[in-house]
T-cell receptor, first 109, second 117 residues
Framework: RKEVEQDPGPFNVPEGATVAFNCTYS??????FFWYRQDCRKEPKLLMS???SGNEDGRFTAQLNRASQYISLLIRDSKLSDSATYLC??????????FGTGTSLTVIP | GAVVSQHPSWVICKSGTSVKIECRSL??????MFWYRQFPKQSLMLMAT?????????EQGVEKDKFLINHASLTLSTLTVTSAHPEDSSFYIC?????????????FGPGTRLTVL
């Protein structure tokens, strides 16, 4: 079983739609959680950290569910510019970071 | 967020030559940096973890004598691809951990696209 599993998609959604991604992790002792965004041929950029209490940044909401060992990312009112690959990243302590394979999102006009 | 630079952004070289890639943390000190490789349409693959002042920790299957890592200062790590071959052509990305915040996130450099002819 992979340490971090993520649905690769692709997700093709119309502008204005709400889309959600989930990511599961295997190690219950994992310490911190992140969502990154990666555009084609570019480096990953930190979107947000993820906490049990949930955190929101504009149209983006991230949530951590420790009991079920998954993190989620919700994007409301999708824009064309949201098209990218979204990576979930889990820190399992120290310098052990595990990346999901990424979920591809295309927002269609 | 923290700023990480990488140089060069792209390089084309002949087979058999060595290529050095620099990764710098511009506005913070990075005791830990990571080197990744990414092939087209694939996930990031961690190659090694670079710790300032000590030897890098390589992932299984990554040849340490081929991919030389030096992290001699708190703001600079270098990756040297020695005797590069066409199969080493890839997108190499570094990242640095920023310990100033709550979550000690990684921030990525813009990447170096290596093409070996």
């Amino acid at each position: 079983r992979k340490e971090v599993e993520q649905d690769p998609g692709p997700f093709n959604v119309p502008e204005g739609a709400t889309v959600a991604f989930n990511c599961t992790y295997s190690n219950s002792a994992s310490q911190s959680f992140f969502w990154y965004r990666q555009d084609c041929r570019k480096e990953p950029k930190l979107l947000m950290s993820v906490y049990s209490s949930g955190n929101e940044d504009g149209r983006f909401t991230a949530q951590l569910n420790r009991a079920s060992q998954y993190i989620s990312l919700l994007i409301r009112d999708s824009k064309l510019s949201d098209s990218a690959t979204y990576l979930c990243v889990v820190n399992m302590g120290g310098n052990q970071f595990y990346f999901g394979t990424g979920t591809s999102l295309t927002v269609i006009p | 967020g923290a700023v990480v630079s990488q140089h060069p952004s792209w390089v084309i070289c002949k087979s058999g030559t060595s290529v050095k890639i620099e990764c710098r943390s511009l506005d913070f000190q990075a005791t830990t940096m990571f080197w990744y490789r990414q092939f087209p349409k694939q996930s990031l693959m961690l190659m090694a973890t670079s710790n300032e002042g000590s030897k890098a920790t390589y992932e299984q299957g990554v040849e340490k004598d081929k991919f030389l890592i030096n992290h001699a200062s708190l703001t600079l790590s270098t990756l040297t691809v020695t005797s590069a071959h066409p199969e080493d052509s890839s997108f190499y990305i570094c990242s640095a951990r920023d310990y100033r915040g709550r979550d000690n996130e990684q921030f990525f450099g813009p990447g170096t696209r290596l093409t070996v002819l």
